[in-house]
């Protein structure tokens, strides 16, 4: 049996192609979904084109001659977890804010009344 390497995860499940760069398998985002949808990528001895594919503990990824297992820990947050955390609620205030602004702008624009000459 080869060895492997066990990498624990704070968020169950976890996406593959995410799971790739914090494992260090490969050196970015865009590798690891190139990695993906060409079929270098295992998942439990299966080959998997999905890039989103959901990781969850136990499962056996093998990639670029790297075997990794899967364990969960949620006490154990990665910086790189914490600031993707940190971004998402900036982008959804963000999204809120524009939402409420554009009912603001068409109310506004359904009471003025037309001008005809």
């Not at 169950?12 to 593959?16: G, N, Q, T, W």
């Not at 075997?67 to 949620?74: L, T």
């Not at 554009?102 to 702008?105: D, L, V």
């Given at each position: 049996m080869s060895k492997h390497s066990i990498i624990d995860i704070c968020v169950?499940?976890?996406?593959?192609c995410n799971l790739l760069k914090?494992?260090?398998m490969v050196d970015g985002g865009g590798e690891a979904k190139t990695m993906i949808s060409e079929g270098n990528v295992l998942v439990n001895?299966?080959?998997?084109?999905?890039?989103?594919?959901?990781?969850r503990r136990g499962d056996i990824i093998?990639?670029?001659g790297k075997?990794?297992?899967?364990?969960?820990?949620?006490s154990k947050k990665s910086a790189e977890f914490i600031s993707t955390v940190v971004l998402a609620n900036k982008n959804s205030?963000?999204?809120k804010r524009a939402k409420s602004k554009?009912?603001?702008?068409s109310?506004?624009?359904?009471?003025?009344?037309?001008?005809k000459s």
């Open positions: 169950e499940p976890i996406e593959l914090i494992a260090n001895n299966e080959v998997v084109v999905q890039k989103r594919k959901k990781i093998k990639c670029n075997i990794i297992e899967i364990a969960f820990n949620p205030k963000k999204k554009a009912r603001i702008i109310s506004e624009t359904a009471t003025k009344p037309s001008i």
